[in-house]
């Protein structure tokens, strides 16, 4: 039974970081794409990073590029995402996911395109 469990969120202030973290635990030999989505009321949830937990990637939506760095330590079994310069705009709910299957550039950000979530972790910047 996989299961991901998602840590690290709270309020911050514009200009600060935070460092979410995100432990995986069933995945037997890992899985082989794991991403950060998220997600505001109202709105569809929407990719931030992905890699190849091979050792691929990794790869960044436009509006996070340069601010936000995602990681993999496959001994811990856990995805991170180093998340700086925050802004009010990345107010939101921040999901784990994670794909049994290797993915295209054209999916990577796609949600049906990973199997299984958590259950996310919020984080609010205030400005």
């Known amino acids: 039974h996989v299961r991901l469990v998602e840590s690290g969120g709270g309020s911050v202030q514009a200009g600060g970081s935070l460092r979410l973290s995100c432990a995986a635990s069933?995945?037997?030999?890992?899985?082989?794409?794991m991403a950060w989505f998220r997600q505001t009321p109202g709105n569809e949830r929407e990719g931030i990073a992905t890699l190849y937990t091979g050792g691929g990637g990794p790869h960044y939506a436009d509006f996070v590029k340069g601010r936000f760095r995602i990681s993999h330590d496959k001994a811990q079994a856990t995805l991170y995402i180093q998340m700086n310069n925050l802004e009010p705009e990345d107010t939101a709910r921040y999901y784990c996911?994670?794909?049994?299957?290797?993915?295209?550039?054209?999916?990577?950000?796609?949600?049906?395109?990973?199997?299984?979530w958590g259950q996310g972790t919020p984080v609010t910047v205030s400005s």
């Open positions: 069933g995945v037997g030999y890992g899985m082989p794409y």
């Open positions: 996911a994670a794909s049994k299957n290797y993915l295209t550039p054209d999916n990577w950000f796609t949600v049906a395109a990973y199997d299984y």
